[in-house]
């Protein structure tokens, strides 16, 4: 059974950082599509970073300079440390698996499981 659980949200004042981690269990992260999605109320939830199986990494233009993904395989864990934070980062974050090696996990359609999400809060 493949279980994803976010930890690291809080408070941040901007400019701060704060650093998300997901542990997964059920599965070994690096042979899957791993990535972090965001959502504010009202809105869908939007792809933010992902490492691919192959290693390969993709971010979105507004994670891009201050957002870094990684993995620690050792530890089955997914990482996200986010600088720079601005009030528009502040959204319920989520951790994601996709199995399918041939889709971009980026994308919501090719995400196959979902962790509970973990609030980021950015204060002005």
């Known amino acids: 059974q493949v279980q994803l659980v976010e930890s690291g949200g809080g408070s941040v004042q901007a400019g701060g950082s704060l650093r998300l981690s997901c542990a997964a269990s059920?599965?070994?992260?690096?042979?899957?599509?791993m990535a972090w999605f965001r959502q504010v109320p009202g809105k869908g939830r939007e792809g933010v970073a992902r490492?691919?199986?192959?290693?390969?990494?993709r971010y979105a233009n507004s994670a891009k300079g201050r957002f870094t993904i990684s993995e620690d395989s050792a530890k089955n864990t997914l990482s996200l440390e986010m600088t720079s934070l601005k009030p528009e980062d502040s959204a319920t974050y989520y951790c994601?698996?996709?199995?399918?090696?041939?889709?971009?996990?980026?994308?919501?359609?090719?995400?196959?499981?979902w962790g509970v999400g973990t609030q980021v809060t950015v204060s002005s």
């Open positions: 994601a698996a996709g199995r399918r090696r041939m889709l971009d996990c980026l994308l919501y359609g090719a995400v196959d499981y």
């Open positions: 490492v691919h199986s192959d290693g390969t990494i």
């Open positions: 059920g599965y070994a992260i690096s042979t899957y599509c």
